[in-house]
């Protein structure tokens, strides 16, 4: 071959940190041997550029397979693991768990973001799979439907809003709002639905953690909306409360994503056999089993 597989690492790392230092400091290289080889790789080629960096990728990574095979591996490698909040906060983690006791040679990393971000990193090859409950139309990442989510309106139990019953879309505008960012697939799925109406949200705070959120408008600074699998115990408790939003379709869909010409390595296809398993038999998340919370 007319290149390595070292020089193909730091071109992979040089795209993905848009530096050779950084990358060099991730492949724990001095930054004399990374632009060495990067230098060498397009002495060899006269072009360097994005249309080979999925094929880069897929390429390191059945060598990585190959490598754990014969370490006696069983090929499962490491795997980069994106979520976004409420699955990973509430479905990765014991995903990942179930994972690494299957597999005990495993290593996975994962990344807590919002939707936006999940997405970009899935393009950008700094991510092998995303956990998203966003809408993506990324040409270059492919989509598959996992399982239903639905949002619910929510607020303190001492809120007005609590027993009034069905509530129209113009009242619950002029309410406070504890919102998630911008960027979030919960922010995108909310305006979405309320799109038809001109007025606008009234936000008091915008906060990146669902937990943020529930803890805020429990102490009674305004109202809020997360997904249904978030607010299971808080409503079997009692210190939150839903309102009754006739007008809002907030259902959603959690998914798989990843990019068109990534190379499904088995860590990641068996990965993905454990998500399908732990919605096996069930049409929303909040029907998934999981650890109670005190």
């Not at 994005?50 to 754990?68: I, M, N, S, T, Y």
Request: one cysteine or more; proline letters at 4%.
């Amino acid at each position: 071959m007319r290149f390595t597989l070292r020089q193909l690492e730091v071109f992979v790392a040089v795209a993905q940190h848009e530096s050779v230092s950084r990358a060099a400091r991730v492949l724990s290289l001095s930054q004399s041997a990374a632009s060495t080889a990067l230098a060498e790789l397009e002495r060899q080629f006269d072009a360097l550029g994005f249309q080979l960096l999925p094929k880069a990728v897929a390429l390191l990574d059945r060598a990585e397979e190959v490598e754990e095979l014969l370490r006696g591996r069983q090929g499962i490698g490491t795997l980069d693991v994106g979520a976004t909040l409420t699955i990973g906060n509430y479905l990765a983690t014991l995903l990942i768990g179930d994972f690494m006791q299957r597999f005990p040679g495993s290593r996975v990393r994962l990344a807590v973001r919002n939707t936006r971000a999940i997405i970009e990193g899935v393009r950008h090859h700094e991510l092998d799979l995303g956990l998203i409950e966003g809408h993506c139309e990324a040409e270059d990442v492919i989509t598959q439907p996992w399982v239903e989510d639905d949002l619910a309106v929510f607020c303190a139990p001492g809120h007005p809003l609590a027993s009034a019953g069905p509530v129209e879309l113009e009242r619950l505008l002029r309410e406070a709002w504890i919102m998630r960012e911008e960027g979030s697939g919960t922010r995108m799925t909310l305006e979405q639905a309320a799109r038809r109406r001109r007025g606008r949200f009234n936000i008091l705070l915008e906060l990146e953690h669902t937990e943020g959120i529930k803890r805020a408008v429990e102490s009674g600074l305004g109202i809020g909306c997360v997904s249904k699998l978030a607010l299971r115990d808080a409503f079997r408790r009692g210190s939150l409360a839903p309102i009754e939003t006739p007008e809002l379709d907030l259902g959603r869909q959690f998914a798989f994503i990843w990019h068109r010409h990534k190379y499904l390595a088995p860590g990641m296809r068996e990965f993905l056999k454990l998500c399908r398993q732990m919605t096996e038999g069930i049409t929303r998340s909040d029907q998934i089993e999981l650890p109670p919370v005190p």
